[in-house]
């Protein structure tokens, strides 16, 4: 039986995760990790029983110990909680789906403890791929994509890495705002932005989602996972989310993986790689498909994908200028503090104050985002 940690276990993606592992049932869960949600976490805890629990908030982590002083679970609090989470000794992989840059290090010690990793945190290559790659191919430790995007990559490639990639076809559905132009994004509200149209997913990635950063991070996550070049790395529009992405190789051929937009999917092919169990759910029904629409990226009106394109290229520490600077960015909007073609001015503003770090270490890394968070104290 393969042994599983979450980390982020009370958000979208952990909590697909445990459906996954719950419908399943011959993968046991021995860690949990979340941020403040005890009431969730705590029957998750009692549900799967791990023999860990971490929550960030050390308050909730004092409350959550005392709810679960029943049991012989132990729970840990803050960074070291979640360190010690995802190196838990009877684990086999970690799950990383905790939302920001707090998850940058625990995957590097869960890396370092020989788990394969399954990856739903952006911000790990994003800002670290050029630490992750590396250190993952020296632990020999898998890297395994979740999200439908790079999953769709993975699967395309399978059996295929002695041929050459001639482009990476990463599919966007174009979020709730396809065929707006700026006039009409300058009164879009909380509410307009968080209706996408075909995922469910959490606040922060529908918004991400909305504006095409999401896209961007995803183009930068691609270059690393596959070891592709930027310019090898294209996005088009597919609105039905049917084709989730695509790969051409040097012959012309293109493999594209298709499925219903359900994230337990590419949750469930990493957990089981390379094997396909049976999951429940809707399955395409071709007959009743009237099209397959492919369709360009208003680059104009949705400046993420090409501030993540100069990010890229630029390299060193702008990548988690980019990041942090949405990150925060979308926090504001979601608050009601700015609004929503904001997010693209705070971005770039910071990334041109930015001096960028060529070949960053972690520490690097973080003090950059704090710079971050401060240029944009200022800036408001």
């Known amino acids: 039986?393969?042994?599983?940690?979450?980390?982020?276990?009370?958000?979208?993606?952990?909590?697909?995760?445990?459906?996954?592992?719950?419908?399943?049932?011959?993968?046991e869960v021995?860690?949990?990790?979340?941020?403040?949600?005890?009431?969730?976490?705590?029957?998750?805890?009692?549900?799967?029983?791990?023999?860990?629990?971490?929550?960030?908030?050390?308050?909730?982590?004092?409350?959550?110990?005392?709810?679960?002083?029943d049991t012989d679970i132990k729970v840990a609090a803050g960074l070291s909680g979640l360190v010690e989470a995802a190196t838990y000794i009877?684990?086999?992989?970690?799950?990383?789906?905790?939302?920001?840059?707090i998850g940058i290090r625990p995957t590097i010690e869960a890396i370092k403890a020989g788990k394969d990793i399954a990856l739903a945190?952006?911000?790990?290559?994003?800002?670290a791929g050029h630490i992750i790659m590396p250190l993952a191919r020296k632990c020999g430790v898998r890297i395994l994509p979740v999200d439908s995007e790079h999953s769709a990559i993975f699967q395309c490639?399978?059996?295929?890495?002695?041929?050459?990639?001639?482009?990476?076809?990463?599919?966007?559905?174009?979020?709730?705002?396809?065929?707006?132009?700026?006039?009409?994004?300058?009164?879009?509200?909380?509410?307009?932005?968080?209706?996408?149209?075909?995922?469910?997913?959490?606040?922060?990635?529908?918004?991400?989602?909305?504006?095409?950063?999401?896209?961007?991070?995803?183009?930068?996550e691609a270059r690393w996972l596959f070891d592709v070049m930027p310019e090898k790395i294209d996005v088009v529009v597919q609105r039905e989310s049917i084709i989730h992405s695509m790969v051409e190789f040097e012959d012309g051929s293109v493999k594209a993986q298709l499925g219903t937009p359900d994230m337990r999917l590419p949750i469930q092919y990493a957990l089981y790689y390379?094997?396909?169990?049976?999951?429940?759910?809707?399955?395409?029904?071709?007959?009743?498909?009237?099209?397959?629409s492919i369709g360009e990226v208003d680059r104009e009106t949705f400046k993420g994908l090409d501030l993540a394109y100069l990010a890229l290229h630029i390299g060193g520490s702008m990548p988690t200028v980019l990041n942090a600077a949405n990150e925060k960015a979308v926090s504001l909007f979601l608050d009601g503090n700015i609004e929503f073609l904001q997010i693209y001015d705070i971005i770039e503003e910071c990334m041109k104050a930015h001096n960028t770090i060529s070949n960053p270490s972690l520490g690097d890394i973080l003090?950059?985002?704090?710079?971050v968070y401060n240029k944009i104290e200022e800036m408001l």
């Open 121 to 127: 945190n952006k911000e790990t290559l994003v800002t």
């Open 1 to 27: 039986m393969r042994r599983v940690a979450v980390l982020g276990s009370t958000g979208s993606i952990g909590t697909q995760t445990l459906d996954v592992i719950r419908e399943q049932g011959d993968l």
């Open 30 to 69: 021995v860690a949990l990790a979340a941020g403040r949600n005890i009431r969730l976490l705590e029957r998750q805890a009692r549900e799967f029983k791990p023999a860990i629990v971490a929550v960030w908030d050390k308050k909730a982590a004092e409350q959550l110990k005392t709810n679960l002083a």
């Open 274 to 292: 390379p094997k396909r169990p049976y999951l429940t759910g809707d399955r395409l029904d071709f007959r009743e498909i009237s099209k397959i």
């Open 157 to 220: 490639l399978h059996g295929e890495r002695a041929n050459k990639i001639s482009r990476l076809l990463i599919t966007a559905s174009g979020g709730p705002f396809y065929g707006k132009d700026r006039e009409y994004l300058k009164t879009v509200t909380v509410s307009d932005a968080l209706k996408h149209p075909n995922w469910s997913m959490g606040r922060k990635i529908t918004i991400d989602s909305a504006t095409l950063v999401n896209k961007g991070l995803e183009v930068i």
């Open 367 to 371: 003090k950059t985002e704090e710079w």
């Open 90 to 101: 009877k684990s086999d992989i970690v799950v990383t789906a905790v939302v920001g840059m």
